[in-house]
Every structure is written in structure tokens, then in C-alpha cells.
């Protein structure tokens, strides 16, 4: 499985991104999918989860009621719509795919076989 991640860019605070990953492969509808960040000098951390069927989001609370993960089986992409975006959410966003069939859509970064490349996002105040 290829994911690229695409979308990012300058934004003002207040504004809103898009981010779309598209998945290579016939099975994308068995996967889980997640959308992590990394911030320099910091760790990878969670933002927001699907699951396979598309049944269950998951999101961290620094990005709850800001931030929506959907997905699109038949165009094999899921998106990541961000509102109100803050200067502290500034990082490089990545899309990973869990290919194991779970219940449930992980939030560590450890349940994810496959990673794209990552996409920049920069929020000015």
C-alpha cells in the first residue's frame, strides 16, 4: 500500500485546510486510517482516526470539534478537514493505514503498517 498525503500549505489562524491521502490498493476499505503530526523538536503525536468501515471516528482533544476525518472508499483517499486552525498546530502531517481489520481505529502510532510521506501545515497568528 502507497498513501500520499497532499494539501497542506500557509494558513492564517482562523482558517480552514483540507488534507486528502490517497491510498493505492484494491483493499483500502479494510483499513483503518489515521492522521498524525509531528511539530519540530517534538514527538509524532495523534489527531484523528477512522475506521475501516468508516462507522467510528477518533479524535485527540487538542483537535475535538476542530478537526473531521472522513473517507471516500471508492476514490481509496480519507480526508482530514481542519477549522479553526491555531499556531500549535503547525507540523508535518502524516496519513497511516492499520491493514489488520480492527473493531476499532488505533491512536498509537505503533498499530499502523503503512505511512505517507507527510504534508506540511503552517498556521501564522
Known amino acids: 500500500v502507497q498513501l500520499q498525503a497532499s494539501g497542506g500549505g500557509l494558513v492564517q489562524a482562523g482558517g480552514s485546510l483540507r488534507l486528502s491521502c490517497a491510498a493505492s490498493?484494491?483493499?483500502?476499505?479494510?483499513?483503518?486510517m489515521g492522521w498524525f503530526r509531528q511539530a519540530p523538536g517534538k514527538e509524532r503525536e495523534f489527531v484523528v482516526a477512522?475506521?475501516?468501515?468508516?462507522?467510528?471516528?477518533y479524535a485527540s482533544d487538542s483537535v475535538k470539534g476542530r478537526f473531521t476525518i472522513s473517507r471516500d472508499n471508492a476514490k481509496t483517499t480519507v480526508y482530514l478537514q481542519m477549522n479553526s486552525l491555531e499556531p500549535e498546530d503547525t507540523a508535518v502531517y502524516f496519513c497511516?493505514?492499520?491493514?489488520?481489520?480492527?473493531?476499532?481505529?488505533?491512536?498509537?502510532?505503533?498499530?499502523?503498517?503503512?505511512w505517507g510521506q507527510g504534508t506540511q501545515v503552517t498556521v501564522s497568528s
Open positions: 497511516a493505514a492499520d491493514s489488520r481489520r480492527r473493531s476499532y481505529a488505533g491512536t498509537v502510532s505503533g498499530v499502523y503498517d503503512y
Open positions: 477512522i475506521t475501516w468501515s468508516g462507522g467510528s471516528t
Open positions: 490498493g484494491r483493499t483500502f476499505s479494510r483499513y483503518a
